[in-house]
């Protein structure tokens, strides 16, 4: 009976998306992601590579041993990963001890960023043909950016590979012999992956007109289109929110809090942070100081011609609303600007098989710009553990990611076995790495107990150890606050004060 009704959705999707491959794209393309597996593989961040992974791991411990998960202890992260913190939760439930967390998400991570460049493959050769979907995957491959969203845990990495299936999934129900029955059965489907994107990170709403845009950009561009395209973004966010609010109970919502903060001291969008070198090279970094440079180029230059004028205005409104959003917030990264790489890479593509001609042309001049990319900038920054300025040498920034990381890892593993009764750790960036290895401390030792995001670990031999963390906002704040501590009987750690 099953077999009279013919293949199975899933079957016919991949039927649809493989038909049209080469023998050269079936045998290069699962080669090339193996080969991009197993080189991330080798150097991926063994622990959190930034602060924030950190304060989700945390998060889902938090919600785990407490039972519930509240606005008050997530700050602003259960309105914009909700999904991601689930799913550690849901893992610790099923037994992940708490210190294998950091490796699940750093695996998930490597995975996704892997998927991620097969969806943007067969995105941008329906966009721009073979030559120039090859070319810019390869780019979108090389980009500082888009690398560290695949050696180490964080949503933005999973949130971007949904986004591309999203995508992927809408523009194959374009098709012109596609049966009404498909048309809504891919426009289902992407929502769900659209869901689970901002269920990662709901930040990826900025880049909300590459759905539209791809339907003009392949001019199947109509009333019912643009509705579905749009209905598509603004359903899948309405879903995000909802879930998150079914998942939280009432408390304090820190994150209205901050962001009425910031409107009240001029804040955000201030045109001073135009002056910030971080600020701005956080936008710069992010794809690679040459690929940005010939990015804007090939947009500018597609926008201006007759031929690719769409796809040139298409791929400006994919990615610049995030970068102008991010630029003037302060505390902008290249991963905050990870959801724009994808159209730079395929503005970047489309231009090299535009200007090269012949396949070989088009290798030897994407091989080129592929190279000059990675030695355009090979110092980048330190700061935030070189995750805001990344040096365009994918090893070395590696490297130096993966130091930096263990340096404030041993610092808070130093925290975490400390016995005391009363501990206390003072610290901005740090505190989170020092308060997740004092939970696996207290997890290994007997159970936990939370308080808002302070906790209390009730040993197995009958003590109990109360832990803290404060978030100073000045050094001034955090030696005051130290002292303060000292005098009630905590033993504190301090840290970049």
């Known amino acids: ?96 001890p708490i210190e294998k967390l950091p490796a699940l998400m750093t695996r998930f991570s490597l995975v996704t960023n892997t998927l991620a460049l097969l969806a943007a493959y067969l995105l941008f050769r329906k966009l721009a043909g073979r030559p120039a979907g090859a070319v810019a995957t390869v780019l979108l491959a090389g980009m500082p950016g888009f690398f560290l969203a695949g050696i180490y845990g964080m949503a933005h990495g999973p949130a971007l590979a949904m986004w591309l299936a999203g995508l992927l999934c809408f523009s194959e129900s374009l098709e012109p012999d596609s049966s009404p029955r498909r048309f809504w059965i891919l426009c289902a489907l992407s929502l769900a992956f659209v869901f689970a994107t901002f269920g990662f990170k709901a930040d990826l709403v900025l880049n909300g007109a590459a759905f539209p845009g791809i339907a003009w950009l392949r001019g199947r561009l109509s009333r019912k289109t643009f509705f579905v395209a749009c209905g598509i973004v603004v359903v899948g966010l309405i879903l995000q929110m909802g879930y998150a609010k079914l998942l939280v109970v009432p408390g304090i919502d820190h994150a209205k809090d901050s962001v009425a903060g910031r409107f009240q001291h001029g804040e955000p969008f201030s045109i001073r942070f135009l002056k910030d070198k ?115 040498n ?61 906790f209390v670990v009730k040993r197995r031999d009958g003590k109990t150890q109360t832990v803290k963390s404060v978030y100073p906002a000045s050094p001034t704040e955090g030696n005051a606050i130290t002292r303060r501590l000292l005098s009630e009987g905590f033993v504190v750690h301090h840290r970049e004060f």
């Open 1 to 96: 009976m099953d077999s009279a009704r013919g293949p199975s959705l899933v079957t016919a999707a991949f039927r649809a998306l493989t038909a049209s491959f080469t023998r050269v794209e079936a045998v290069l393309l699962p080669l090339l992601l193996v080969a991009h597996l197993a080189l991330h593989s080798l150097l991926v961040v063994p622990e959190f590579g930034e602060p924030d992974g950190a304060r989700m791991a945390g998060d889902a411990v938090n919600w785990h041993y407490a039972g519930v998960v509240r606005l008050d202890t997530t700050d602003y992260r259960m309105r914009t990963s909700p999904l991601y913190i689930h799913a550690m939760e849901r893992a610790l439930r099923f037994g992940t």
């Open 278 to 392: 971080i600020q701005t090279g956080a936008v710069t970094h992010s794809p690679g100081v040459f690929l940005f440079a010939v990015g804007i180029f090939a947009m500018a230059a597609h926008a201006l011609s007759k031929r690719g004028y769409r796809l040139g205005l298409v791929a400006f409104a994919w990615a610049a609303p995030p970068v102008v959003f991010w630029l003037f917030i302060m505390g902008n990264s290249a991963r905050h600007n990870v959801s724009a790489l994808p159209p730079v890479a395929l503005a970047v593509g489309a231009l090299v098989a535009e200007v090269a001609g012949s396949s070989l042309r088009v290798a030897v001049l994407g091989a080129i710009c592929f190279v000059a990319n990675y030695f355009s900038d090979t110092v980048g920054d330190p700061v935030g553990f070189g995750a805001y300025m990344p040096k365009s």
């Open 394 to 454: 994918l090893v070395e920034l590696a490297r130096d990611v993966a130091e930096s990381t263990s340096q404030t890892e041993r610092w808070a593993s130093l925290f975490g076995k400390v016995t005391a009764e009363k501990k206390a750790v003072v610290a901005r960036s740090s505190s989170p790495f020092a308060m997740f290895e004092a939970m696996v401390e207290g997890a290994r030792t007997g159970t936990l107990s939370f308080q808002g995001t302070d």
